[in-house]
């Protein structure tokens, strides 16, 4: 077996208006149309960042709802697929495998299986390989044509559940993600946890709330600079800025969040530090959660917490 799960792959969202939040995304956010699904009744957009080599990283559905409908880990080699698999069918989970593109355009071999929160996590391997816009030899930095804000990579997703310690558990026992940061409340259970498979602060978060609920999911920035000039494009095309460009306390790391045209929470994200396999995380209380999650302000508003889809 490989090194297993390597990072997050995708993130599969629903909405209401599909020709809107495809025009949001590849115009004002810059990420770029790879396919369009509409076998079996679907309808769907495929969507990468440009430093992305993988055929996509954000999938839009259209559905009557908003909200996640899947997070996608990518594995190292297809035999990793068996190995989780016995693993969680051990556990009593129910795994269900496709086929290479029998999920659309551009699918490797997954797997899919529920967490204990009600989320959809899949597993998957060869996803078909379209290039970053750049040459293999002697590439410039980046594309010269690059529309909007353009980050080069989804990040991470933060999720929610009733039960983070439950969750956690899952994901640190059968799938080995580690554990880099938490939120504990007074009584020492945990409200919040960050976990890892990249050696990143974080490609997978969680926090207290409803099961199945979708908090945020994340694109990298290659610096400070950039999420301050990500904020002025946003302000500029008039979209609803959720937090200013500041500070987390938990991973260290630069943020702003807003929302797409119909609800689901965006956040561009730089900084952090790297993770190690022996990593001892790093704990907060709850009495400082508010500058765990925003260092400079100190305190969380209301709608960080109760607002998501």
């Known amino acids: 077996m490989s090194d297993g799960i390597l990072r997050l ?59 996640l409908d899947h997070m996608s880990f990518k594995v190292g080699d297809r035999e990793d697929l068996d190995h989780y698999t016995g693993r969680l069918e051990a556990a009593g989970v129910a795994v269900k ?52 804000i353009a980050p080069p990579r989804l990040d991470h997703v933060f999720v929610m559940a009733e039960d983070v310690e439950e969750f956690t558990r899952f994901f640190r026992e059968l799938l080995g993600f580690r554990l880099t940061e938490q939120i504990l409340a007074n009584d020492g259970h945990q409200l919040a946890t960050f976990l890892e498979r990249s050696h990143t602060p974080h490609d997978l978060a969680v926090i207290t709330g409803p099961n199945g609920a979708l908090h945020h999911f994340a694109f990298w920035l290659d610096d400070w600079n950039a999420i301050r000039e990500a904020a002025d494009t946003l302000a500029y095309h008039g979209v609803e800025i959720d937090v200013a460009p500041t500070r987390h306390g938990v991973t260290r790391g630069y943020t702003t969040y807003f929302f ?36 400079y302000h100190r305190e969380v508003n209301e709608r960080f917490f109760t607002v998501h889809s």
């Not at 290479?100 to 997954?110: I, K, S, Y």
């Open 260 to 295: 797409d045209p119909v609800g689901n929470r965006n956040e561009l994200f730089t900084g952090g530090y790297w993770v190690d396999p022996d990593f001892e995380p790093i704990t907060w209380t709850e009495e400082e959660m508010g500058r765990a999650i925003f260092y």
């Open 97 to 148: 495998r496709y086929a290479p593109r029998e999920l659309g355009p551009g699918w490797g071999e997954a797997i899919r299986f529920d967490a204990p929160s009600g989320h959809v996590v899949e597993l998957v391997h060869g996803m078909e390989r379209l290039g970053n816009m750049l040459p293999l030899t002697n590439p410039a930095p980046r594309p010269q044509d690059l529309v909007g």
């Open 9 to 67: 792959q995708h993130v599969e969202v629903r909405t209401p208006d599909l020709e809107l939040c495809t025009a949001y995304y590849t115009e004002v956010l810059g990420l770029i149309e790879t396919a369009r699904d509409t076998r079996d009744g679907a309808d769907r957009v495929f969507l990468k960042c440009w430093d992305e080599q993988e055929h996509h990283s954000v999938v839009l559905r259209s559905a009557p709802t908003y909200g």
